[in-house]
């Protein structure tokens, strides 16, 4: 395949900026544009014109989007910010409202540049656009073995690439020196980190104390000339619960760390809004010495892939999101709902104060999160224990490997003593 110009020139501004981004990229994220040329470009051309016959949506002779009436009575926003595709880069106000939050969110950023955020269809759709961006078939992603099983169906199913672990916890935090040994055993000059706090499945975010250590690995590698794309999930960020935890996106640290790291933020609404089925979420790039050209460089790319993949980003999800961000109420709407997490949070931790249970089973360190881990004493099996949960207790739990997760984010918190005692009961029942 001989590349499109329009890539030649993305790739052609990327190597002047910085051309270590430019080996980042995958052949997949070399050869991908944003088409400004073509169709796209024609439409814009002719906008606003009297008469308008290039679109491919269907318009009432008023010019409103077509639309069957039904719906009206359902959703009380205009017609055009529900019926219209949505630009594939995601809708312009909703991206500044999401950068100017993520500012906020992260007072660390200070004035630091970064991208514009990108729209994606959910965290999940951004993970996979990164992975389709800059994970060729030998490429290594380095994870925690606590991690979201979907990390291998976007990485070694879609993109070939390799998922290698390491052991997440010792000495009740963050195994920096396992993190540092794994990254050293990857071979080729490229590797993808990825790093999701609050954790899922453990509901672990590094203190505060852990984070300038894990960073320090990160810098390590690029110091000895490594390049290093670290993918950062904060799909649950905000919701941290202990003081000592470090209360920001790891981003923060990441995005001017050096030229070598290209800093990589996924997140959106999906859990810190609670609008799971929303589909809407986010992804943008910071790097040491970052400038606009480069970042719209990787902002086109982005944007190309996103083009190629699903088109565009529902456009009634994001009208929502920009009306519900611009309400009164939601600065503090939403920190009721953290407070009846964190609360469900501090009943877990009480009740696992009970001594009886350490006999059967112990947490794993949790601070943060919609989920805790424990880790089964006595040659245990997991896996029969949630049999026995489901069948004498009806209760539900998750397991992975030979640990059982509990999501305490979907639990009424007077059941949340209940679910420990039936856990407990359940491993007794078994030994
Ligand atoms: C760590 C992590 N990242 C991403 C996601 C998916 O987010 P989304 O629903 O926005 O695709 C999840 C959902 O369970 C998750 O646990």
């Not at 069957?68 to 594939?88: K, Q, R, T, W």
């Not at 109420?329 to 931790?349: P, Q, V």
Request: net charge neutral.
């Amino acid at each position: 395949m001989t590349m499109d110009a329009q890539a030649l020139s993305l790739n052609d501004i990327i190597r002047k900026q910085n051309p270590k981004v430019l080996e980042m990229l995958s052949e997949r994220g070399k050869n991908i544009f944003f088409p400004k040329l073509g169709i796209l470009a024609q439409s814009a051309q002719a906008k606003g014109k009297s008469i308008n016959a290039t679109i491919g949506e269907a318009v009432e002779d008023d010019g409103t989007s077509m639309h069957l009436p039904e719906f009206d009575s359902l959703i009380n926003i205009p017609v055009n910010n529900i019926f219209p595709y949505a630009p594939s880069f995601g809708k312009p106000d909703l991206r500044d409202l999401w950068k100017s939050f993520i500012y906020k969110k992260n007072p660390s950023l200070k004035d630091i540049v970064f991208s514009k955020p990108i729209a994606t269809n959910g965290l999940t759709h951004g993970i996979s656009m990164i992975g389709y961006l800059f994970a060729d078939e030998d490429d290594t992603v380095v994870l925690s073995d606590l991690y979201w099983e979907n990390y291998n169906l976007i990485f070694e199913n879609a993109y070939n690439a390799k998922v290698d672990t390491f052991e997440l916890f010792s000495n009740g935090g963050f195994n920096v020196d396992a993190f540092g040994k794994k990254l050293n055993e990857v071979k080729k000059d490229k590797v993808l980190i990825l790093l999701n706090f609050p954790n899922n499945p453990s509901g672990y975010t590094p203190l505060t104390s852990e984070i300038e250590l894990i960073v320090n690995e990160i810098k390590k590698q690029a110091d000895a000339g490594k390049k290093v794309v670290v993918l950062i999930d904060d799909a649950y960020f905000g919701l941290v619960y202990e003081d000592k935890v470090y209360p920001e996106s790891i981003f923060v640290k990441l995005a001017t760390l050096h030229e070598n790291v290209l800093a990589v933020k996924l997140d959106g609404p999906t859990k810190e809004d609670y609008v799971w089925g929303f589909r809407v979420g986010f992804i943008s790039y910071g790097i040491k010495g970052g400038t606009p050209e480069l970042y719209e460089a990787l902002e086109n790319k982005t944007a190309g892939a996103v083009r190629g993949n699903i088109s565009n980003i529902s456009q009634l999800s994001q009208s929502l999101l920009q009306k519900v961000y611009s309400s009164e109420g939601y600065d503090e709407s939403k920190k009721r709902k953290y407070n009846i997490l964190k609360s469900r949070y501090n009943i877990l931790k009480q009740t696992f104060t009970d001594a009886r249970y350490a006999e059967y089973f112990e947490p794993l360190p949790f601070n943060s999160g919609y989920f805790m881990c424990v880790k089964l004493n006595k040659g245990l099996e997991a896996e029969k224990v949630r049999q026995q949960l489901l069948e004498k207790y009806s209760t539900g739990v998750i397991v992975l490997g030979n640990v059982i997760r509990l999501a305490f984010s979907a639990v009424p918190q007077a059941k949340l003593p209940e679910l420990i005692e039936n856990l407990y009961n359940a491993c007794k029942d078994l030994v």
